[in-house]
Structures are given as C-alpha cells and as structure tokens.
C-alpha cells in the first residue's frame, strides 16, 4: 500500500469514528460527545480535501530536487 492510500484509508477511519461518535452522543444525550464527534468528522474531511494539494505539492517538490 502506497503512503497515500494509508493516509486514505487513516482519514476514512477518522472520518467514521466521528460519525459515530457523533450518533452516541444524540441517542445518550450527550452533547459533548456528539461535539466531539462532529470536530472530529469535519477535521477528517478537511484532511481529505487537503490531501491532493498537498500531494500536488510534494511531487512538484521532488520533481525539482531530481532536476
């Protein structure tokens, strides 16, 4: 498995644990805990969204190191 599709699947996980974390804290009514899990989702989702600039941005990196 490639770097980036560890980081994939890492996101995904933080992704889903959020959301279930999120769901604990409506069915017990706990807001903090479905605070939490909300963060955590949308952190995951910013990382998703990040990765192919930075990915971009590490291969125009090591395209100009090699030249």
Request: charged letters at 30%.
């Amino acid at each position: 498995m490639t770097a980036a599709a560890g980081k994939k699947v890492q996101i995904k996980a933080q992704e889903a644990a959020g959301k279930a974390k999120e769901s604990a804290g409506r069915t017990r009514s706990g807001e903090d805990l479905r605070v939490k899990g909300a963060v955590e989702e949308r952190g995951a989702r910013v990382k998703q969204a990040a990765q192919p600039a930075k990915n971009a941005a590490a291969g125009k990196l090591k395209s100009q190191s090699g030249s």
